[in-house]
């Protein structure tokens, strides 16, 4: 990695020490304005970092009481420290890759394809069966809902929200998906009010409180919703516009299972709403995050159940790395938790670069 790549490493991390000296109150601000410092004195003499500098403020920071979002942030940056000095193994990065979370989609392979797999409904044991009962009258009222939306002549739009949002609910697949579906249709029926009558309009914004109270008793519909961000547009538009360049690739991989460029095709048509908020961000981050995280860990795995799914993770990795611009890794180190990624595609890269050119094929070979 280039000094100048360094440098802006630990810049980013002095701005962010910054950031939490400024919030703490306690004696532990001393603590920050010290790793502040020793930060600093790093970014005087980038151009000799060595191994002991990076050990060191891991250490500074292992002693310091941060939250885990914090120290997570941090603990990134180092690593992409550690990948430009070329300190690092696959075997470390294997480690510092978080695996898949909830979020409006996950990722699988079914043999060597790469498909969407379902995420079941979770909740604590108490709620369970309150939680279920929630579920199941949410679905019986949207078939009564899809009956009187057929029998109206209300718009094709706002009947084709609401029978996907049907459809999710009877999948019971995953609920963070019936929870963006039911915001869609929120939406949709607020901008179609003009054109229903008010008891038809009443019946579908009923429906739509109805889903909401239902998902929130699932702990994964929860979780996502309270850590919902917001980020500026023109990191969204960085973050949509290289989504859709990677289905683009992704569609011309014959193991890729169309249902995955759908889903990437649908995060980012939730963030190209007018109306979209933190929660539309936040799947579309969330299942880019998820599809770095299946490739990386596939792709550095030891053991694997096929060399063709290794392959394909590899080819997975070579898409994003196409696509991911320096707005798209600036983006992704605006969301908390996603830091990771930037460490790990400067590691792909590096690597990567660092490959021989292939020597050529017996056919091929000059005479």
Known sequence: MKPDKLRNLLQEMDARVARMQRARKDHFAANLSWLRTEVQRLLSKVDTLRTSDIAALELTLSVIPINDLDRSSLSNLLL???IGLNLLGPEDVLDAVPGQKPAAFQF???GSRLVVVDQPLRT?????DIAEAAMEAATERGVYVGEQLAQSNCSPRLRESFKSLQDKLEARANIIQVGMYNQTCG??????????SPTLFELLRSH???VFAAASQFDDWRVFRENAVDIDRESVAALSQSTLALVRDLKAQRETD???TAALDTVVGWTEDKEADKRDVLALTGTLQNLWSLAAKSALAKEVSSEGRKLVAKAIIAALLAVTTAGTLAA???VPGAEWIETTAAYFKSATEGTPPASPSPKSAPP
């Open 258 to 260: 169309p249902e995955v």
């Open 332 to 334: 992704f180190g605006k």
């Open 108 to 110: 699988g392979f079914e």
């Open 187 to 196: 939406r949709v029926l607020r901008g179609d009010v003009e054109e229903l």
């Open 80 to 82: 992409g420290m550690k």
């Open 124 to 128: 604590r044991e108490r709620d369970k």
């Open 208 to 210: 739509v409180e109805l």
